[in-house]
């Protein structure tokens, strides 16, 4: 079976320093790797995945994030964050399956707070 | 507006009520997800639907749970004899449901329902 684990529930951080939001999972097979944002008031967005290729990748706000398989790690990154990003992330991961379909499984969720 | 709706935005019910939760995704995706989110986790899987069949009921919590998709579009939630543990925030997600890979999943802004 699957998990996710997001160590840090809350993490607060000054306005245009970095930040790392780390998540580790845990699973037998071959995954997908997806990190989602909840913005205040609003509904689960996909900020980036992993299905395969090149282990890091790259949002269009800035973010990225790494796939690091020996140490079973997809931390987010991103260099100078922006009061807009305030939100809550999510780390998810599904099993390779080849289909459309794969069941999801999200992690707590870390709760990103920028301070002006 | 072409994204995923769900109505009500808030439901308020008595322990033992039997409630409704409605979804519509968007016009064209043939997958529809629901989803649990409890007060600090991350969303929990429900149900998946293809058209109008639930190909993976296996994260309904019991019998009390149910839910439909008769024409394979907008997709209502039914729970019955409610309890003070179903509160939560009731998401519904959905997919294009054709590709080969993970698709990316559009979230609608949830359904947070208590039960008193």
């Known amino acids: 079976a699957q998990s996710v684990t997001q160590l840090d529930s809350q993490v607060p951080v000054f306005e245009e320093a970095p930040v790392e939001l780390r998540c580790n999972y845990s699973s037998s097979v071959s995954v997908y790797l997806f990190w989602y944002v909840q913005y205040p008031n609003q509904g689960l967005q996909l900020l980036l995945k992993?299905?395969?290729?090149?282990?890091l990748v790259e949002s269009i706000n800035g973010f990225e994030a790494e796939f690091n398989k020996s140490q079973t790690s997809f931390h987010l990154r991103k260099p100078s964050v922006h009061i807009s990003d305030t939100a809550e992330y999510f780390c998810a991961v599904s099993e390779t399956m080849k289909t459309s379909y794969d069941k999801v499984i999200f992690g707590p969720g870390t709760s990103l707070s920028v301070i002006p | 507006g072409a994204g995923v709706s769900q109505t009500p935005s808030n439901k308020v019910t008595e322990k033992g009520k039997y409630v409704e939760l409605r979804c519509d995704p968007i016009s064209g995706h043939t997958a529809l997800y629901w989803y649990r989110q409890s007060l600090g986790q991350g969303p929990e899987f429900l149900i998946y639907f293809q058209g109008t069949g639930a190909a993976d009921d296996s994260g309904l919590p019991n019998d009390r749970f149910f839910a439909v998709r008769p024409e394979g579009s907008v997709s209502t939630l039914k729970i019955q004899r409610t309890e003070r543990g179903d509160s939560a925030v009731y998401l519904c997600?959905?997919?294009?449901?054709?590709?080969?890979?993970?698709?990316?999943?559009?979230f609608g802004p949830g359904t947070r329902l208590l039960v008193l």
């Open positions: 997600a959905s997919s294009l449901g054709r590709g080969r890979y993970q698709e990316t999943q559009y």
């Open positions: 992993y299905l395969s290729g090149s282990t």
